[in-house]
Protein backbone atom coordinates (compact mmCIF):
# COMPACT_ATOMS: atom_id res chain seq x y z
CA UNK A 1 0.00 0.00 0.00
CA UNK A 2 1.17 3.36 -1.19
CA UNK A 3 0.95 6.44 1.44
CA UNK A 4 0.65 9.95 0.73
CA UNK A 5 1.43 12.37 3.57
CA UNK A 6 0.73 15.69 3.44
CA UNK A 7 2.14 18.93 5.61
CA UNK A 8 3.16 22.27 5.96
CA UNK A 9 -0.70 23.82 5.53
CA UNK A 10 -1.69 26.62 7.94
CA UNK A 11 -2.60 30.34 8.52
CA UNK A 12 -1.22 33.10 6.76
CA UNK A 13 -2.03 37.11 6.17
CA UNK A 14 -2.04 37.86 2.21
CA UNK A 15 1.15 38.27 0.77
CA UNK A 16 2.57 35.33 3.26
CA UNK A 17 4.29 32.79 2.23
CA UNK A 18 4.12 28.64 2.70
CA UNK A 19 5.44 25.69 1.95
CA UNK A 20 3.71 22.25 1.63
CA UNK A 21 5.68 18.53 1.71
CA UNK A 22 4.16 15.25 0.67
CA UNK A 23 6.33 12.13 0.98
CA UNK A 24 5.37 8.86 -0.22
CA UNK A 25 5.85 6.21 1.79
CA UNK A 26 4.68 2.36 1.39
CA UNK A 27 5.51 -0.24 -1.51
CA UNK A 28 6.93 1.94 -4.28
CA UNK A 29 8.59 0.69 -7.64
CA UNK A 30 8.51 3.69 -9.32
CA UNK A 31 7.40 7.16 -8.58
CA UNK A 32 5.90 9.17 -11.38
CA UNK A 33 4.21 12.16 -11.68
CA UNK A 34 3.49 14.11 -8.76
CA UNK A 35 1.09 17.25 -8.13
CA UNK A 36 -0.84 19.06 -5.73
CA UNK A 37 -4.85 20.03 -6.32
CA UNK A 38 -6.66 22.11 -4.25
CA UNK A 39 -10.63 22.25 -3.28
CA UNK A 40 -12.40 25.34 -2.02
CA UNK A 41 -15.52 25.61 0.14
CA UNK A 42 -18.21 24.94 -2.87
CA UNK A 43 -15.98 24.38 -5.79
CA UNK A 44 -14.35 21.56 -7.82
CA UNK A 45 -11.29 20.17 -7.28
CA UNK A 46 -8.34 21.87 -9.19
CA UNK A 47 -5.12 21.08 -10.67
CA UNK A 48 -2.34 23.42 -8.99
CA UNK A 49 0.96 22.25 -10.05
CA UNK A 50 2.35 18.95 -11.01
CA UNK A 51 5.84 17.50 -11.90
CA UNK A 52 6.51 14.71 -13.70
CA UNK A 53 9.30 12.25 -13.22
CA UNK A 54 11.36 13.88 -15.87
CA UNK A 55 10.16 16.73 -17.88
CA UNK A 56 8.48 20.29 -17.47
CA UNK A 57 6.43 21.33 -14.88
CA UNK A 58 2.35 22.43 -15.40
CA UNK A 59 0.91 25.53 -13.33
CA UNK A 60 -2.72 26.12 -12.78
CA UNK A 61 -2.67 30.16 -14.53
CA UNK A 62 -3.86 31.36 -11.93
CA UNK A 63 -1.03 30.22 -9.19
CA UNK A 64 1.63 30.86 -11.96
CA UNK A 65 4.56 33.21 -11.37
CA UNK A 66 3.69 32.60 -6.95
CA UNK A 67 4.10 29.22 -6.68
CA UNK A 68 6.68 26.41 -7.36
CA UNK A 69 6.60 22.90 -7.21
CA UNK A 70 9.81 20.53 -6.88
CA UNK A 71 10.28 17.05 -6.08
CA UNK A 72 13.07 15.25 -4.18
CA UNK A 73 13.59 11.99 -5.59
CA UNK A 74 15.35 10.16 -3.11
CA UNK A 75 13.02 11.31 -0.77
CA UNK A 76 9.59 10.53 -2.62
CA UNK A 77 8.78 14.32 -1.41
CA UNK A 78 7.30 16.38 -3.58
CA UNK A 79 6.86 20.55 -2.51
CA UNK A 80 4.84 23.62 -3.14
CA UNK A 81 6.51 26.91 -2.26
CA UNK A 82 3.38 29.47 -2.15
CA UNK A 83 4.47 32.98 -2.13
CA UNK A 84 2.61 36.04 -2.38
CA UNK A 85 -0.58 34.39 -1.50
CA UNK A 86 -4.36 35.86 -1.81
CA UNK A 87 -7.48 35.17 0.02
CA UNK A 88 -8.73 33.33 -3.11
CA UNK A 89 -5.79 30.72 -2.58
CA UNK A 90 -8.02 29.82 0.73
CA UNK A 91 -8.72 25.83 -0.03
CA UNK A 92 -7.57 22.17 1.02
CA UNK A 93 -4.47 21.35 -1.21
CA UNK A 94 -4.45 17.65 -1.92
CA UNK A 95 -1.16 15.55 -2.85
CA UNK A 96 -1.83 13.25 -6.07
CA UNK A 97 0.64 10.67 -7.40
CA UNK A 98 1.16 8.57 -9.95
CA UNK A 99 2.85 5.17 -8.48
CA UNK A 100 3.88 1.37 -9.46
CA UNK A 101 3.81 -0.45 -6.74
CA UNK A 102 5.38 -3.09 -7.88
CA UNK A 103 7.32 -4.32 -11.53
CA UNK A 104 4.11 -6.49 -11.74
CA UNK A 105 1.57 -3.98 -11.21
CA UNK A 106 0.35 -1.06 -13.31
CA UNK A 107 0.73 2.64 -12.33
CA UNK A 108 -2.21 3.45 -9.62
CA UNK A 109 -2.67 7.03 -8.57
CA UNK A 110 -3.07 7.95 -5.18
CA UNK A 111 -3.94 10.88 -2.85
CA UNK A 112 -3.44 12.02 0.34
CA UNK A 113 -5.57 13.46 2.87
CA UNK A 114 -5.36 16.81 2.23
CA UNK A 115 -3.86 19.99 4.23
CA UNK A 116 -5.61 23.55 4.50
CA UNK A 117 -4.64 26.48 3.52
CA UNK A 118 -6.04 29.50 5.06
CA UNK A 119 -5.08 32.70 3.80
CA UNK A 120 -6.92 36.20 5.48
CA UNK A 121 -7.05 39.86 3.52
Known amino acids: QVQLVESGGGLVQAGGSLRLSCAASGIIFSLNGMGWYRQAPGKQRELVANIPSGGNTDYADSVKGRFTISRDNAKNTVYLQMNSLKPEDTAIYYC???????????????WGKGTLVTVSS
Open 96 to 110: NALVQPTIRLGTREY
